[in-house]
């Protein structure tokens, strides 16, 4: 075998072991995000939330393995307090694709964010923002 056949190979292998290895939330969230673009598509989310604080929607800092209706003194839907997510990487890239398909009978009046790509690049810019400054002691 040749080094370009045996590199094909070994792709081919890799992909077949990913695919077989994963979940289905995770196989939703396999693009890396870019922060800067991110921050970018945050003015979005500016409408309703701020990092730091709690404005129509709860503050983001803290955000990363939170229980999904857990900011003390933020008044949450029944429903989001109820739905024992957890907020990491995949649980946000589902419930950001639709949010009231994903938690049906939130308080978040928002349709979604429908490009994979522009899920990971916002998810990619909070975690930058919760590791930062920004978010210490929030
Ligand atoms: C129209 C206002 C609005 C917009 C726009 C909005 N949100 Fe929200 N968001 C809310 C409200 C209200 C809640 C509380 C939902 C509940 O209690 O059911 C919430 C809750 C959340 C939560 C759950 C937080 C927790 O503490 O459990 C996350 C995560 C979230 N929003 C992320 C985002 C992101 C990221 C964007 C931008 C892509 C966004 N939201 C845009 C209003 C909004």
Known sequence: MNQTRWLVALAASLCAYGAAGSSVARAQNVVPGNAATGEALYSRCLACHALAYDRTGP?????????????PGYAYSQAMKES????DDESLNLF??????????TSMGYAGISSGQERADVIAY?????????????
Do not use: Q, Y
């Open 84 to 87: 024992k997510i957890v907020w």
């Open 59 to 71: 503050r983001h800092c803290g955000l990363f393995g939170r229980r999904a209706g857990s900011v």
């Open 126 to 138: 909070l975690k930058k923002e919760n590791a930062s400054a920004t978010c210490a002691d929030r």
């Open 96 to 105: 950001l694709k639709s949010p009231m398909e994903a938690v049906p009978g």
